[in-house]
């Protein structure tokens, strides 16, 4: 019993199928791929492996604070900046 599959002499040549747009859209995405690897690795070397030297601090709001004047200061409010660093 053959398989379907298996090469048959029998049956004639065989075409193989064309290159079709999925195929272009794949090798695409596999350079895409490779491109985001390579430039992940660049910004490695840039900014070395985590933690991260250099990084801005962060603030939080003292406890009991109002989050809504929180907001206000990335608004642009230089006059007070919360005193407890994160981190």
Do not use: I, W
Not at 8 to 32: E, F, I, Q, W
Not at 53 to 67: I, R
């Amino acid at each position: 019993m053959s398989l379907a599959g298996s090469s048959n002499p029998s049956r004639g040549p065989y075409r193989k199928p064309s290159t079709d747009l999925y195929t272009v859209l794949l090798v695409v995405a596999l350079l895409a791929l490779a491109a985001g690897t390579f430039f992940l690795y660049l910004e490695t070397l840039d900014y070395g492996s985590p933690p991260y030297e250099g990084a801005p601090s962060v603030f939080v709001l003292p406890q009991g604070a109002n989050p809504q004047a929180g907001s206000m200061l990335c608004l642009g409010d230089r006059g007070h900046r919360p005193s407890t660093p994160v981190g």
